[in-house]
């Protein structure tokens, strides 16, 4: 882990690291829908925010956490449908080495498998 800063993201099954302060590894956090991106940036500084005080700061966090939540399920519900093939007989994707639909590309469905392109999905 040499170079390795900050926690690990949180999103299931990634094993890169966040950057102190940030929820999750950039390319993950790209993959939030910007709803809930805006939602975990309002509600972070909320509940960071150190005017508040008793009920009102436990509301804040209770917020946050709220957000911080339902962005790490939008990735990892956006990775589950991507993994699934609505074509394969396993359900699985299963890049054409083939070639015929061109490079990255599900043999069954034709997707575009490429990491970059599920990224910016």
């Given at each position: 882990?040499?170079?390795?800063?900050?926690?690990?993201?949180?999103v299931?099954?990634?094993?890169a690291?966040?950057?102190?302060?940030?929820?999750?590894?950039?390319?993950?956090?790209?993959r939030?829908?910007?709803p809930?991106?805006?939602?975990?940036?309002?509600?972070y500084?909320?509940?960071?925010?150190?005017?508040l005080?008793?009920?009102?700061?436990?509301?804040?966090?209770?917020?946050?956490?709220?957000?911080?939540?339902?962005?790490?399920?939008?990735?990892?519900?956006?990775?589950?449908?991507?993994?699934?093939?609505?074509?394969?007989?396993?359900?699985?994707?299963?890049?054409?080495?083939?070639?015929?639909?061109?490079?990255?590309?599900?043999?069954?469905?034709?997707?575009?498998?490429r990491?970059?392109?599920?990224?910016?999905?």
């Open positions: 882990m040499s170079g390795a800063t900050g926690k690990l993201c949180p299931k099954g990634c094993t690291h966040a950057k102190p302060n940030q929820l999750m590894c950039w390319p993950h956090w790209r939030v829908p910007k809930l991106n805006r939602a975990v940036f309002d509600t500084a909320d509940a960071r925010g150190r005017e005080g008793g009920e009102a700061r436990i509301d804040a966090i209770r917020r946050y956490r709220e957000a911080r939540d339902a962005a790490i399920a939008a990735v990892e519900a956006k990775e589950a449908e991507e993994r699934e093939c609505p074509s394969s007989p396993d359900g699985k994707h299963q890049i054409d080495t083939s070639m015929e639909s061109g490079p990255h590309h599900c043999f069954h469905c034709e997707a575009n498998m990491p970059d392109a599920r990224v910016r999905g």
